[in-house]
């Protein structure tokens, strides 16, 4: 199999954690999600939880120091040894830097970046639903738009970092979840990466 060591950027709302997951499934690599990850440690009361509670419901940017060291944590995992799919990391420059040292250190690189674009009215409305679904105290409107302003401002500049590396697929993320699953798997087959 070969190496899959992939990114998945994209605003909230855009879908990339249930995209993430399917193609994470069909590659056999797990599916990281640093938001996941730090809901879960916030609906566990453990000390990382305890760190991170107030910055997340109020839609800030955990710091980079502890977001990275919880991801090199996880990365040195053995289910990841051969591939791996992060969701919502790195999420500025300064973590790309973080994570460009870990896998420097274990000789390895990133093998594609997947953009997931959406208008941002429809990232709105996503959010909003899933709000009213699941609960989530981090999706009231002025934290969806204090997220969403971060995003533009720091996420959005690590695609161009990416991009002159040449490994950023851009993909159109509106349409059923069927047809955009296929064009992220179209992009990735087309950089040999297939399950
Ligand atoms: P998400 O589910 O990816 O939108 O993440 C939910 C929240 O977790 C974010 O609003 C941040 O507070 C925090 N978070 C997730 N990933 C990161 C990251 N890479 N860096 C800093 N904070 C993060």
């Known amino acids: 199999m070969t190496a899959a060591r992939l990114l998945i950027v994209g605003p909230q709302g855009s879908g990339k954690g249930t995209q993430g997951v399917t193609i994470a499934q069909s590659l056999g690599v797990p599916a990281i999600s640093t938001g996941d990850v730090f809901r879960a440690a916030v609906a566990d009361g453990s000390e990382l939880g305890r760190?991170?509670?107030?910055?997340?419901?109020?839609?800030?940017?955990?710091?980079?120091?502890?977001?990275?060291?919880?991801?090199?944590?996880?990365?040195?995992?053995?289910?990841?040894?051969n591939g791996f799919l992060l969701d919502g990391y790195p999420r500025n420059i300064?973590?790309?830097?973080?994570?460009?040292?870990?896998?420097?250190?274990?000789?390895?690189a990133l093998e594609a970046v997947i953009e997931l674009?959406?208008?941002?009215?429809?990232?709105?409305?996503?959010i909003s639903l899933r709000a009213q679904e699941q609960g989530r105290t981090d999706d009231t409107a002025e934290v969806i738009a204090n997220r969403l302003a971060i995003y533009e401002r720091e996420t959005a500049p690590i695609?161009?970092?990416?991009?002159?590396?040449?490994?950023?697929?851009?993909?159109?993320?509106?349409?059923?979840?069927?047809?955009?699953?296929?064009?992220?798997?179209?992009?990735?087959?087309?950089?040999?990466?297939?399950?």
Not at 117 to 125: G, K, T
């Open 94 to 108: 300064g973590q790309v830097g973080d994570l460009d040292a870990f896998l420097a250190e274990r000789g390895e």
């Open 51 to 81: 760190q991170v509670k107030a910055i997340i419901e109020a839609g800030n940017l955990v710091p980079d120091e502890l977001t990275s060291a919880v991801v090199r944590e996880r990365l040195s995992q053995p289910d990841a040894a």
């Open 117 to 126: 674009n959406v208008p941002r009215e429809e990232s709105i409305a996503r």
């Open 159 to 195: 695609l161009d970092v990416y991009r002159e590396r040449g490994i950023v697929d851009e993909i159109d993320g509106v349409g059923s979840l069927e047809e955009i699953g296929a064009r992220i798997a179209a992009a990735l087959a087309a950089r040999g990466i297939v399950g």
